[in-house]
């Protein structure tokens, strides 16, 4: 395990990393999860080319730690990262997110170029959406206000997502979780889309076989590959790690 000072109150990002040579691969979770359960099968694969990856955590999940005077929107998630990924001599990675950690990953391409060279996001977070009360995931936590869902909003919120996501998003720091869940409903301006759209680097729309993006001709005309994997549900890594592997084995370097 590593870990960075990312934020003036001392708080650190961490990560578990496997060795290997550059370029670099960095995993990025998604709402309520952390990067190496969800990752470490793939990024371990026999598959894929063992280059140096980088499982990692955001502030406020997981194994990083939890400011609370962090914002926890996906400009500030985007830096924090960005600061990790420099003092730990990365430059030129392939990144690969997962749902909101996608949109992470679209503002950290767009604001810090020279530390992405390659971005495959994974069903990932594009448009903003409303919040929605009783949905299961970000749109329900962002339907709470803050003090609400500190105070007893996130019992209902564990009992809707069920035992599997909340074995990580119980490490959440719950207002960093709520704070990020409000921006990802919020989106960026331009939205996560227009910024990746936008990128000059190779870039990839993961999504389970069947549920294409709404957006998904748009993406292609713009130059983003849009590639459908079977078998899979939004935890395509989990779902069909495979699958996954032997994608990841097409698109990078």
Do not use: C
């Amino acid at each position: 395990m590593h870990d960075a000072i990312v934020h003036h109150s001392g708080a650190r990002m961490r990560w578990v990393e496997l060795p290997g040579p550059d370029p670099a691969r960095v995993y990025v979770h998604g709402l309520g999860a952390t990067s190496a359960p969800y990752y470490a099968e793939v990024a371990a694969h026999p598959l894929l080319p063992r280059n140096r990856s980088l499982l990692i955590d955001l502030l406020g999940f997981g194994i990083s730690d939890r400011p609370q005077d962090f914002a926890y929107t996906l400009e500030a998630h985007a830096d924090a990262l960005a600061e990790a990924l420099r003092k730990a001599g990365v430059a030129g990675a392939a990144v690969i997110a997962h749902s909101m950690g996608g949109a992470v990953a679209a503002v950290l391409a767009a604001r810090h170029a020279e530390l992405v060279a390659n971005l495959i996001l994974v069903d990932a977070n594009l448009d903003p959406y409303p919040p929605i009360p009783v949905q299961p995931g970000g749109s329900g936590i962002a339907s709470y206000t803050e003090e609400a869902f500190v105070a007893e909003g996130w019992k209902e919120v564990r009992d809707r997502v069920g035992p599997h996501w909340w074995s990580t998003m119980r490490l959440a720091d719950p207002r960093g979780l709520h704070r990020t869940a409000v921006s990802l409903a919020q989106g960026t301006t331009p939205t996560m889309r227009e910024l990746l759209q936008a990128l000059p680097i190779p870039r990839a729309y993961l999504h389970p076989e069947g549920q294409a993006p709404a957006s998904a001709e748009e993406l292609r005309a713009s130059g983003v590959e849009v590639l459908g994997i079977p078998e899979s549900g939004h935890n395509i890594m989990l779902d069909n790690p495979e699958a996954f592997a032997r994608t990841l084995m097409a698109l990078l370097p």
